[in-house]
């Protein structure tokens, strides 16, 4: 079997019929060339230039195999010319994962600003939960998800973690609640109150334990919109998060000062990153800022 490189390296001497302007070519030494195409010639045991005043000129053999070696530079240009338009589409997908509060907050804006900087781009995004975000983006199966991470459950490895802000928990109740005039409450302030929670073991459970009372939960759901519309009638009170209050309406919402805080984190595959999917990190951070910086004032209606 012929070495290609030093196929690859009496072609260019032939052609140009000269082993420095090959070296030049080639960003070799001369002898460097010289050695291959000299052990080109010991490997199939024949003279394939002949060196003279007029400069080196192909031999009979080498002119045969100047033939397959002008193939073999045409098929390796068509494969670097295929791979690298393979690769070049490849670029163009990007597969994100999110937490349910991130694809109504940030991520519609970082993707319309990333979208808008590369058109051609071919977005899938799915939804999930932190845990299992993290888990798809080190198998592979995503490029990059947005995650919550609470105190005591870090992401766990093997991905890159970059962390974007923090995304607190703050109390919505009905417009009429004795406390939706407040700005600040405490979380026991709510003990006596009906409770609306996605499930009976969530955060939210948690954090009223932390605080020294266990919530009487009644509505177990899902839907965000479907919390916002009791919690709006005045039939229960719940936790929501800060990166969603610019989309909750017709709620009372209040800071609380001792409800939990998460950490908002991007993570990423710790090797192979695109950098489209970095663009979107740094496209959702800066959604972020702007969603708290455009936040109203705690206790107003939403």
């Not at 003279?52 to 002119?63: C, E, K, L, Q």
């Amino acid at each position: 079997m012929l070495e290609p490189r030093r196929l690859l390296t009496f072609r260019e001497v032939a052609r140009r019929g000269s082993f420095s302007r090959a070296a030049e070519a080639l960003s070799l030494s001369q002898p460097a060339v010289s050695q291959q195409v000299a052990a080109l010639e010991r490997e199939l045991a024949t003279t394939l230039l002949t060196r003279g005043p007029g400069g080196a000129v192909p031999t009979r053999m080498g002119s045969l195999l100047l033939e397959h070696a002008d193939a073999l530079a045409a098929r390796l240009a068509l494969a670097d010319a295929q791979v690298a338009e393979a690769a070049a589409e490849e670029e163009r997908r990007l597969h994100i994962g999110a937490f349910p509060s991130a694809l109504a907050g940030i991520v519609p804006t970082a993707l319309a600003r990333l979208t808008a900087a590369h058109a051609d781009l071919d977005v899938q995004v799915v939804e999930a939960g932190s845990r299992q975000l993290a888990d798809a983006v080190a198998a592979g199966g995503l490029h990059v998800a947005l995650v919550l991470e609470e105190a005591d459950q870090p992401t766990r490895p093997p991905v890159q973690r970059v962390e974007l802000g923090d995304d607190p928990l703050i109390a919505a109740v009905g417009p009429r609640h004795p406390l939706a005039a407040r700005s600040r409450i405490r979380l026991a302030e709510l003990a006596g109150d009906v409770w609306a929670a996605p499930s009976h073991d969530h955060l939210i459970r948690r954090a009223c334990r932390d605080a020294g009372f266990d919530p009487r939960i009644a509505f177990v759901l899902g839907d965000p919109m479907a919390t916002v519309a009791v919690v709006a009638a005045g039939m229960a009170v719940t936790l929501v998060p800060r990166l969603l209050a610019p989309r909750l309406h017709g709620v009372r919402l209040l800071d609380v000062r001792d409800a939990p805080t998460r950490t908002l984190a991007a993570v990423l595959p710790p090797t192979g990153q695109r950098r489209v999917a970095r663009a979107f990190v740094r496209e959702a951070r800066l959604a972020h800022r702007r969603s708290r910086t455009a936040l109203r004032p705690a206790g107003r209606s939403r």
